[in-house]
């Protein structure tokens, strides 16, 4: 298992577009992704779950890989997340 942390720098937060775009990263690899914030967890692999976090900017998401190619989903997921929230 990998787990990191991330704070979310858009000041619009995690709204439709970088939703679907962090979906759609995170299918790209077969281990299972949870995103956790404000103390609920969700699946990263359905876009109204990952929606339904609410995440705003300077709130701080967990981020864990769990399973075949965990430390390539980490890494991935770690540079996607810098670059697009």
């Known amino acids: 298992?990998?787990?990191?942390?991330?704070?979310?720098t858009d000041k619009e937060g995690i709204h439709a577009r970088?939703?679907?775009l962090l979906v759609q990263e995170v299918?790209?690899?077969p281990c299972?992704?949870?995103?956790?914030?404000?103390?609920?967890s969700v699946d990263?692999?359905?876009l109204i779950a990952v929606m339904?976090?609410?995440a705003k900017c300077g709130e701080?998401?967990?981020?864990?890989?769990?399973g075949d190619g965990e430390d390539q989903a980490a890494e991935a997921l770690q540079a996607f997340l810098a670059s697009t929230l």
């Open 60 to 66: 701080t998401l967990t981020v864990i890989c769990n």
């Open 27 to 29: 299918k790209k690899y």
């Open 44 to 46: 990263a692999k359905r």
């Open 18 to 20: 970088p939703a679907g």
């Open 1 to 8: 298992m990998k787990k990191f942390d991330y704070v979310i």
């Open 32 to 40: 299972t992704v949870t995103l956790e914030n404000k103390g609920k």
């Open 52 to 54: 339904s976090l609410a």
